[in-house]
């Protein structure tokens, strides 16, 4: 697999200003990661930092469509951080598969919201470049998140064997 740019995909993050956030262990009884083959299914991942989110609020009311990307694409570094432990190394990554994004809305916000989702897909394009990184998602706007973060993330990744 080839990026936009010569180097690991941790090189890429440092030249892009990335590091990636410490772990953290789950809110409860789950996993972070399920590896079938070369298959990871990685659990709801949320806008969290030493335990605590970085983000707080609704989309449309305490925060603002840009500010939620922002917090959508942290989220995007948290998920290759529990990638990285999983699988040993982000150059074993062969491809993003599917992601779903849960976007925190206000009432009658409209469907602005699902620019949200663009703060990780913008991460996943800038690592892998626009044909691996831009993969299939849905974006669908709730009521509520735990700890009323404004997004969080599952999604589904193919790696190489290891």
Do not use: Q
Not at 49 to 66: F, I, N, Q, S
Not at 121 to 144: H, Q
């Amino acid at each position: 697999m080839s990026g936009p740019a010569d180097g690991t995909v941790e090189e890429r993050l440092a030249e892009l200003g990335y590091t990636l956030p410490p772990a953290m262990a789950p809110i409860t009884k789950y996993r972070w990661a399920t590896r079938d083959g070369n298959v990871i299914y990685l659990a709801g991942h949320g806008p969290f930092l030493d335990g605590k989110p970085t983000h707080v609020g609704k989309v449309g009311k305490e925060l603002t469509v840009d500010e939620a990307y922002e917090a959508n694409r942290f989220v995007g570094l948290t998920m290759l951080r529990t990638l990285k432990e999983e699988i040993g190394s982000l150059d074993l990554i062969e491809a993003p598969l599917f992601h779903v994004n849960y976007v925190n809305v206000a009432p009658g916000v409209g469907d602005t919201y699902i620019l949200v989702a663009n703060g990780s897909t913008d991460l996943w394009i800038s690592l892998w470049g626009e044909e691996i990184g831009c993969c299939a998602r849905m974006t669908v706007g709730v009521a509520e998140l735990p700890c009323s973060v404004p997004t969080a993330i599952t999604s589904t990744w193919r790696v190489r064997g290891t």
